[in-house]
């Protein structure tokens, strides 16, 4: 009951990478970078492992960007022919690298070390994967010339490299999927059809997260605009209930969406996001149980799964460690007092 776990990733070390930084730049290099990942790895799975975290994730400490780091290892992308993009509907302008040829993965990107990860731990274990809509929204296409149809061939390749991960021992891939919360009319007409291609034919546990954003300048000033309730939900998870995913993601804590949108997940495990990302405040065990109390109203308890908001990169090590133990804290507050 109230399995938690961690929806993104977890900051990087200030002796690994640049702290605090979205994409904060590697410190060490070659096989000393190598060896600095593990090490990051192996603390924040010890961490989530005394924080009483059921589901455990590396934290995305082997990756400098959660789509650049997996595209790295993706054939028929030129990494130096640069585009500049506006980024989810324009919300901010970034220089990426663009597609000029059929895609292909050459050989597998993240199973190797999510190999290592496996043999740290015997707890269940998640790997994140970015979603196939995403990355099409954080590439540039001068091959496809159709989003609809360059995100199904991202699919194929998601999908290869998935059941690679899940025979490497992952218990639950999840594909981060921040661009469904911005088009949700693309979501309906294709997005979920390549997410369903994304998954197909895996055996474990399949998660899609969803969500407004790390907590940087570009989302806080975004989620300013989108008023007192935020609604982009309703659109979507409609369709995500009759996907073939089992557990989808909502922010919850801090945020302004109605936690009446998980009525429309019945036939779904729901991520409830009961820490924010943010570092100007860490939540209390009281305030995550409060939070797992409050998604009660709307699902069964069975169903949730408490979790982080989103990814924490962008915060400091401590704050977000502090976040892990409130997390693990408030689940096992809520299994005390709730059910
Ligand atoms: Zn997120």
Redesign the pocket.
């Known amino acids: 009951m109230f399995e938690s776990t961690i929806?993104?990733s977890l900051p990087r070390p200030d002796w690994l990478a640049e702290p605090e930084k979205l994409k904060g730049g590697w410190k060490l290099e070659g096989e000393e970078l190598k060896e600095g990942q593990r090490r990051a790895c192996r603390e924040w799975i010890e961490h989530q492992e005394q924080a009483g975290i059921a589901v455990l994730t590396d934290g995305e400490v082997y990756r400098r960007h959660f789509v650049h780091s997996f595209l790295e290892g993706i054939e028929g992308i030129d990494q130096d022919k640069k585009t500049v993009m506006g980024i989810r509907d324009n919300r901010y302008d970034l220089e990426v690298p663009t597609v000029t040829e059929a895609l292909r993965r050459p050989a597998s990107v993240f199973v190797e070390d999510f190999k290592y990860t496996r043999s740290l731990t015997d707890k269940p274990l998640k790997i994140t994967l970015p979603g196939p809509m995403t990355i099409c929204d954080t590439i540039a296409d001068a091959h496809y010339g159709s989003r609809p149809e360059m995100a199904m061939a991202f699919a194929e390749i998601l999908n290869t490299e998935a059941k690679e991960l899940e025979a490497a021992g992952a218990d639950v891939v999840q594909f981060?999927e921040?661009a469904f919360n911005v088009f949700m009319k693309d979501v309906n007409e294709w997005g979920i059809d390549t997410l369903n291609r994304a998954v197909e034919g895996l055996q474990c546990t399949k998660a899609v997260?969803?969500?407004y954003?790390?907590g940087i300048e570009e989302n806080i000033r975004w989620k300013e605009t989108l008023g007192d309730e935020w609604r982009q939900y309703d659109e979507i998870f409609p369709a995500l209930n009759k996907s073939a995913i089992d557990q989808v993601s909502l922010e919850c804590a801090s945020s302004h969406v109605p936690l009446s949108v998980m009525r429309h997940l019945s036939d779904k495990q729901i991520m409830v996001g009961s820490v924010a990302v943010t570092a100007d405040h860490v939540e209390t065990p009281e305030e995550v149980a409060a939070t797992i109390k409050e998604a009660m109203k709307y699902v069964d308890a069975e169903r949730i799964l408490p979790c982080t908001?989103?990814?924490m990169t962008p915060i400091s090590y401590e704050i977000a460690l502090a976040k892990v133990q409130a997390l693990g804290a408030g689940a096992e507050l809520a299994r005390k007092t709730l059910v």
Request: net charge negative.
């Open positions: 929806a993104g981060d921040p997260h969803i969500c954003g790390y908001n989103c990814g």
